[in-house]
């Protein structure tokens, strides 16, 4: 019984103390947070790993959310260059002809304001009823008629965001959405985002290449003005949502803390929280 009373008491004195770890890795996530949420930070700010105390530090990385493909932005207007864009990805996501089709029309009639069913698309019926609104997150795309060849894989929603101001973030895509432009093709994007990342090849980090105006992206990527005025459209420099990253560590504990902010002249505005 001693033996029993003793192990339970070492059993709590470490659980206990893993609690407190894990409440110190938290603190120090945040702390973190609040470092990048200071409107003065933006991408090109280097925050250093911070040590604050034996054992407690905490590490952050901003990059820009607009290098994702916003869906509400891709679909509003029912523009055919940005239409095309979201279908090129579709296909490169393994769908075929038919599932991009119906895809297309299902995502366009759960938007839009009216009960006309398209093509290929689907309005009320049964027990399914389109929103009649742009989507709110990635994540109700799944419930959106059609999406099935494209929601049932795995990391599905990565490329993906409803939270940036719409064009492409040069500063930010990745060479696989950066494909999908007119008149870049997989030898542009690559050198871009290979310069752009800098030796260790990660965004977010301290020897980042971020390009202060349009003009020099174009310049770098050789584009003459024709072919850059049928891109213009499509593309932004620096967008001001940033996806920011927070890890806290406390021993061998490690809490994370994600939001998506966008920051301007003022108090930035918290789009997403998650921990």
């Keep these: 019984m001693v033996f029993g009373w003793a192990a339970w008491t070492q059993q709590g004195i470490a659980a206990h103390g893993e609690a407190n770890r894990a409440a110190e890795a938290r603190a120090m996530a945040h702390s973190g ?16 790993e911070e040590q604050v105390s034996p054992g407690q530090s905490f590490r952050v990385r901003i990059v820009g959310e607009g290098g994702k493909l916003n869906v509400n932005w891709l679909i509003r207007g029912e523009d055919p260059m940005k239409l095309a864009i979201l279908r090129q990805w579709l296909t490169r996501r393994g769908l075929d002809y038919e599932q991009c089709s119906r895809f297309m029309d299902c995502l366009l009639d759960y938007v839009d ?17 389109p929103a009649n609104r742009e989507l709110r997150s990635v994540e109700e795309l799944a419930r959106v008629a059609g999406t099935a060849p ?8 990565d490329d993906l965001t409803v939270y940036s101001l719409g064009p492409i973030d040069l500063n930010a895509a990745s060479a696989e959405i950066l494909e999908l432009l007119p008149g870049i093709g997989e030898t542009r ?54 996806h920011i990253i927070s890890e806290g560590r406390s021993g061998n504990v490690t809490r994370q803390v994600e939001t998506i902010v966008r920051k301007g002249a003022g108090k930035p505005q918290i789009l997403s929280w998650k921990e």
């Design 33 to 48: 947070l609040a470092i990048a949420l200071h409107p003065l930070v933006s991408r090109q700010t280097q925050i250093p």
């Design 113 to 129: 304001a009216d009960n006309v069913k398209r093509l290929n698309g689907a309005e009320d019926d049964g027990n399914y009823h």
């Design 150 to 157: 494209l929601t049932s894989q795995p990391g599905w929603q």
């Design 189 to 242: 994007a690559r050198q871009f985002v290979q310069f752009r990342q800098g030796e260790d090849g990660v965004d977010g980090t301290a020897d980042d290449n971020l390009f202060p105006d349009i003009k020099s992206i174009q310049q770098f990527l050789k584009l003459n003005d024709g072919q850059f005025q049928l891109l213009a459209p499509l593309v932004a420099n620096n967008d001001l949502t940033l």
